[in-house]
């Protein structure tokens, strides 16, 4: 094999891990299910879809702010 097949093979590779790659790249709470999801349906093109769009959501869950009021009454 050429070069140039290797460069293909890597980039066409590198295309197929690109929502798991962004979810990586944005410490996405849930990545490693974006990895799983990519890797085993990322085939169908709609599991990549998938996988896609959930990469791009929120990165962190929303925090929940608990004020705790010690003053005696």
């Known amino acids: 094999m050429s070069i140039w097949h290797w460069i293909v093979t890597l980039f066409l590779i590198g295309m197929y891990f690109l929502p ?3 979810a990586f790249s944005r ?3 849930q990545r490693v299910a974006i990895l799983l999801l990519n890797l085993f349906l990322g085939w169908t ?3 990549w879809i998938g ?3 959930w990469s791009a959501t929120a990165s962190a869950p929303a925090q929940q702010v608990v004020i705790v009021d010690r003053r005696s009454t």
């Open 27 to 29: 410490t996405h709470h």
């Open 45 to 47: 093109g709609l599991g």
């Open 51 to 53: 996988a896609l769009v």
């Open 20 to 22: 798991a790659l962004i």
